[in-house]
């Protein structure tokens, strides 16, 4: 999805470590409910799986979530909830009609879609844009992560959330 006009900037942080990553992905999560689309970019390694498995985390999921490159969709059944977390990797997807044919309820669901931009537009009025980026030089372990809201879902959010605080995590 490209950012809309409602388009607003939640946060801007460096993340220092996975663990900061994980905590990160724990805070998101904990505001995530049915319905929610959350768009993942960033290069390989860049920590959109470890940005998901703390999402899985904050929203109960049975079992452990885990890059859905080859199966390209898991559907994680989560505990106290009928709302399941699906986790999509569109890297090996050719076009938005490919997302299409997984028929994935994304009206009631939880989804989060890595590589995503471009495949997701028209699915949802709202959703969240998480843009991680790393050092390429390879000199640091230093990742910068962008959140944007887009929508009348998140036109007034908690931004305090999901910022970490030097210390946390």
Same mark, same amino acid.
Not at 22 to 30: D, F, P, T, V
Not at 95 to 119: C, N, T, V, Y
Not at 131 to 146: A, F, L, N, Q
């Given at each position: 999805?490209?950012?809309?006009?409602?388009?607003?900037?939640?946060?801007?942080?460096?993340?220092?470590?996975? %663990? =900061?990553?994980?905590?990160?992905?724990?805070?998101? $999560?904990? =505001?995530?409910?049915?319905?929610?689309?959350?768009?993942?970019?960033?290069?390989?390694?860049? $920590?959109?799986?470890?940005?998901?498995?703390?999402? $899985?985390?904050?929203?109960?999921?049975?079992?452990?979530?885990?890059?859905?490159?080859?199966?390209?969709?898991?559907?994680?059944?989560?505990? $106290?909830? /009928?709302?399941?977390?699906?986790?999509?990797?569109?890297?090996?997807?050719? #076009?938005?009609? !490919?997302?299409?044919?997984?028929?994935?309820?994304?009206?009631?669901?939880?989804?989060?879609?890595?590589?995503?931009?471009?495949?997701? %537009?028209?699915? #949802?009025?709202?959703?969240?844009?998480? /843009?991680? !980026?790393?050092?390429?030089?390879?000199?640091? /372990?230093?990742?910068?992560?962008? &959140? &944007?809201?887009?929508?009348?879902?998140?036109?007034?959010?908690?931004? !305090?959330?999901?910022?970490? =605080?030097?210390?946390?995590?």
């Amino acid at each position: 999805m490209t950012a809309g006009p409602e388009a607003r900037l939640i946060s801007r942080q460096k993340i220092l470590t996975s %663990d =900061q990553m994980h905590e990160l992905g724990m805070r998101l $999560g904990a =505001q995530l409910r049915e319905g929610d689309l959350v768009v993942l970019t960033g290069p390989l390694g860049a $920590g959109k799986t470890t940005l998901s498995r703390g999402v $899985g985390e904050a929203l109960n999921c049975i079992g452990t979530v885990s890059s859905p490159t080859f199966v390209i969709a898991r559907t994680h059944e989560r505990t $106290g909830s /009928e709302v399941p977390l699906v986790h999509v990797d569109a890297y090996r997807l050719g #076009s938005p009609d !490919e997302l299409d044919d997984l028929d994935i309820d994304f009206a009631h669901s939880i989804s989060l879609i890595e590589w995503g931009r471009g495949f997701t %537009d028209g699915l #949802s009025e709202s959703w969240l844009d998480v /843009e991680i !980026e790393r050092d390429h030089s390879g000199e640091t /372990e230093v990742r910068e992560v962008t &959140i &944007i809201g887009n929508g009348p879902r998140w036109s007034n959010p908690p931004a !305090e959330v999901f910022n970490l =605080q030097s210390g946390d995590a």
